[in-house]
């Protein structure tokens, strides 16, 4: 049973992190369009500039969080430890980093509506994942509830 769980994690992080690699690979190509027509541009708001990387290196620190928390679930389960609130915790912590960020980050690079849901349309596989997972997390912890109300029974 533990090697189909590991497999399905496996898996799952390799999808993440393939989805993170393509993201960036299509965000490079998008801000060298950018950086293209930006130096056509005479003007240059350095304030919107300066808030998307921000907030792009706030995502990338946020991802590698997520991740983390995601590999500490496993190992967590690897050792029999499924049923914590401890996972509950690290589930819903990778959820949330996944939607959260995916749709700061997609809002503050797009900001006119046009874009922002062309750009969410190329996030929402990423964003699917982090609902899922917030799924998974609910589910746990209502099975730790039912636990726990088991274990007062008499």
Known sequence: ?????NFFC???LVLMVASIVMECLAGAEDFRQGWEEG????EVPAYFGVLAV???LVSVVAYVYAFACFVRFILNVNRGEVFIW???D???TVGWCAVVTTIVLYSVISPDLGNLLESLS???GIIIEGVFILIMAEAFSIGLKLQEEQNLTI
């Open 1 to 5: 049973m533990k090697k189909k769980l």
């Open 10 to 12: 496996i898996l799952l």
């Open 39 to 42: 130096a056509k541009s005479t």
């Open 54 to 56: 921000v907030v792009s």
């Open 86 to 88: 401890a996972n509950v």
């Open 90 to 92: 690290l589930l819903r």
């Open 122 to 124: 190329k996030a929402i």
